[in-house]
T-cell receptor, first 116, second 116 residues
Framework: DADVTQTPRNRITKTGKRIMLECSQT?????MYWYRQDPGLGLRLIYY???????NKGEISDGYSVSRQAQAKFSLSLESAIPNQTALYFC???????????????FGPGTRLTVL | DAKTTQPNSMESNEEEPVHLPCNHS???????IHWYRQLPSQGPEYVIH???SNVNNRMASLAIAEDRKSSTLILHRATLRDAAVYYC?????????????????FGEGTQLTVNP
């Protein structure tokens, strides 16, 4: 089974609809992230969470909200979807380490969202 | 975060070595060099990281210039499954007071094509 799962994998919706993308992880990591990927723009961070009580905005949080329901679950919501939110969305997790100086992130398979 | 520069695309033949370059002339002394790759229709995955010394793991080798202003990811024998976008990312050593969430800043990376 995958360590980081995302549901749904594909979603087509209409402008103005509320959409929730869900992410679950079995790695036991405290940190979770939501990114979006657009052609020519790479991956951009939307929100990140250090633990259940700690939520932080990333570089492009406008139009999005998140909920960290448990250590293993981190959901991304689009309250009123618009066409320029059409993108590939990735959830990621990481384990905070000082030793070794690196923090590997583990990504889910992505959700392809289309807003018409 | 310090900026990295990578070629947009590279091509290789199967079973031949591939050298993927990355320039990071503004790297600071505490920045680690990370490489991730993204296979088609998948989320990014960690490949390798290093600080000053060359590094080897089961996936690849990382050669770091003596002045650390550039690095090269080396795939010793490319396979068709290595066709992906490769990202070179700089990250400072995480600290206990870090508030950035250890997020990764992805550029556009290098699209590697492997010919049979």
């Amino acid at each position: 089974d995958a360590d980081v799962t995302q549901t749904p994998r594909n979603r087509i919706t209409k402008t103005g609809k509320r959409i929730m993308l869900e992410c679950s992880q079995t790695k036991g990591h405290d940190r979770m992230y939501w990114y979006r990927q657009d052609p020519g723009l790479g991956l951009r961070l939307i929100y990140y969470s250090f633990d259940v009580k700690d939520i932080n905005k990333g570089e492009i949080s406008d139009g999005y909200s998140v909920s960290r329901q448990a250590q293993a679950k981190f959901s991304l919501s689009l309250e009123s979807a618009i066409p320029n939110q059409t993108a590939l969305y990735f959830c990621a997790t990481s384990d905070f380490r000082l030793a070794g100086g690196y923090v590997t992130q583990y990504f889910g398979p992505g959700t392809r969202l289309t807003v018409l | 975060d310090a900026k990295t520069t990578q070629p947009n695309s590279m091509e290789s033949n199967e079973e031949e070595p591939v050298h993927l370059p990355c320039n990071h002339s503004t790297i600071s002394g505490t920045d680690y060099i990370h490489w991730y790759r993204q296979l088609p229709s998948q989320g990014p995955e960690y490949v390798i990281h290093g600080l000053t010394s060359n590094v080897n793991n089961r996936m690849a080798s990382l050669a770091i210039a003596e002045d650390r202003k550039s690095s090269t990811l080396i795939l010793h024998r490319a396979t068709l499954r290595d066709a992906a976008v490769y990202y070179c990312i700089l990250r400072p050593l995480p600290s206990s007071e870090e508030t950035s969430g250890s997020r990764l800043t992805f550029g556009e990376g290098t699209q590697l094509t492997v010919n049979p």
